[in-house]
């Protein structure tokens, strides 16, 4: 019996129908694009004011609603907050307000997005409103110091006004000098039953004027408050501290009175713990208290005329809280002379430092005084000093001095009361290329030599030191040479050169850093030298002194020597032999035939 064929069709046919009945649904999902899974929920309490979670949204290919669900009232009560991608400002955020929130409290939050093909919803987070309050900064009452109390200041704040009243508050007070940008901080905590608000800052520096700030947060919350606004303060002075002295001897004057600038400033890095009113000055001849002279003065640097012995100068700083230590100097004598155990000290440059070192034959000398003031040609220098102990070196910052200047630097030893004989140097912070080159002339031309002269570049176009010259020069269409010397030569003598040629010289000076070149000159060797113009003068007139020789004597040998001079005299034979025949009978019988 043959099968028909007819009920495979109809399968065929019904399976092509579900295909395409199919083939719509299944592009639509492989189209479908579910919203991200937010992630990274997080949320803050801001005390008394609304609960604000927020999210990270991921990457949105079309609108997206988002829905905050909420259980709070320990889960007995539940709230949700809508926001969505297009509308909301802060499309990643949502808040709860008043009176739906309570503290103490736990509660639930989940994120539902959903867009047009879906709905996904974050993982549930659970959140204590005490572990994430936030509360507004405190306000800064007053900052001063405590009257009695030194290097301390009192900080006084009012409490946040909105701020857990059953709940402890911790602090964090940071603070700074006015003239620094590093900050440092204090921790501390206060009692929600402590209605003191106030704290003391204690191990500060006296006399300085100091910015405070103060934030908070509830005991227990990862969430600080805000810094409140920043308030200054001051610390008590004190009264001053010892000074360090020294002077600048000038040579005497006509009356044998000697001028000496007395200076006096703090120890490097001592803090300043006081407002100076004045300083008290008095001095005395060394063998003689009973001379006892006084000055009061306010101001800086004060000149003393003092004989031509030694003195004793003492001093002190004074304010309103007391006096400082005696500080004292002695003046030698205009004759006395000084001691000298400096053999040699040099200056050399470390990153961002000069550093001077020298080397000392007396060992029992460790205290120094180092003395730097600019080299300037115009200007008065302002002396800067500084003394060292326990060592042999001294360093300072490069901005601290002048870039491009000369500076002199002397260092003075000092044993016990007595200055050394100063050992000095001159050094640079900073060196560059000189603002200009030497100023070049030429003299003593000859034919092969020439000597290049040049002057010293001024102090303020040097911008380092000098370490050497460089001589250029070049025949005209030739080719070029140099020479260089040393920095003490300002002169130079090129030979070798070619006789009667056009050459173009200039004389370059170099610091570390660099040269810079003068202008250039030109000039010509001579054609012959002096020794040579003599000698072929010498040799022409010898020769034309020669030949008149040679020719007298010649002329001498004749008979007729009348001729000969005739001759020599410059007339003509014809002239003299007819004033002969004519004038002198004698010779006209002689001329006959016998």
Known sequence: MKLSPQPSCVYL???????????????????????????????????????????????????????????????????????????????????????????????????????????????MTYWHLE???????????????????????????????????????????????????????????????????????????????????????????????????????????????????????????????????????????????????????????????????TINTTNQPLELHLGGESYWVSMISYNSLGKSPVATLR?????????????????????????????????????????WFPDMDSEPPTLSWEPVSQAKNWTIHQDKLKPFWCYNISVYPMLHDKVGEPYSIQAYAKEGVPSEGPETKVENIGVKTVTIMWKEIPKRQ??????????????????GFSKTVNSSILQYSLEALQRKTSYTVQVMASTSAGGTNGTSINFKTLSFSVFEIILITTLIAGGLLLLIILTAAYGLKKPNSQVMLMLLSGTTLREPLQESQIGSPVLAQRSQPC
């Open 13 to 123: 046919g019904m399976m092509w129908t579900w295909a395409l009945w199919l083939f719509p649904l299944l592009c639509k999902f492989s189209l479908a694009a579910l919203p991200a899974k937010p992630e990274n929920i997080s949320c803050v309490y801001y005390y008394r004011k609304n609960l604000t979670c927020t999210w990270s949204p991921g990457e949105e290919t079309s609108y997206t609603q988002y829905t905050v669900r909420r259980t709070y009232s320990y889960g007995q009560k539940h709230d949700n907050c809508t926001t969505n991608s297009s509308t909301s400002e802060n499309r990643a955020a949502c808040s709860f307000f008043l009176p739906r929130i309570t503290n103490p409290d736990n509660c639930t939050i989940e994120v539902e997005a959903q867009n047009a093909d879906g709905v996904i919803t974050s993982d």
């Open 131 to 293: 572990g994430i309050a936030k509360t507004e900064p405190p306000e800064i009452f007053s900052v001063k110091p405590v009257w009695g109390i030194k290097r301390m200041i009192q900080i006084e704040w009012i409490k946040p006004e909105l701020a857990p009243v059953s709940s402890n508050l911790k602090y964090t007070l940071h603070f700074r000098t006015v003239n620094s940008t590093s900050w440092m901080e204090v921790n501390f905590t206060k009692n929600r039953r402590d209605t003191d608000q106030t704290h003391n800052l204690t191990g500060l520096q006296a006399f300085t004027e100091y910015v405070i700030a103060l934030r908070c947060a509830v005991d227990g919350s990862k969430f600080w408050s805000d810094w409140s606004q920043e308030k200054m303060g001051m610390t008590e002075e004190e009264a001053p501290c010892g000074l360090e002295l020294w002077r600048v001897l000038k040579p005497a004057e006509a009356d044998g009175r000697r001028p000496v600038q007395l200076l006096w400033k703090k120890p490097r890095g001592a803090p300043v713990l006081e407002k100076t009113l004045g300083y008290n000055i008095w001095y005395f001849p060394e063998n003689n208290t009973n001379l006892t002279e």
């Open 331 to 371: 003046i030698p004598a205009i004759q006395e002379k000084s001691f000298r155990c400096i053999e040699v000290m040099q200056a050399c440059l470390a990153e961002d430092r000069l550093v001077v070192k020298w080397q000392s034959c007396a060992l029992d000398v460790n205290t120094w005084m180092v003395e």
């Open 462 to 479: 040097r911008k380092g030191i000098i370490c050497n010259y460089t001589i250029f020069y070049q025949a005209e269409g030739g080719k």
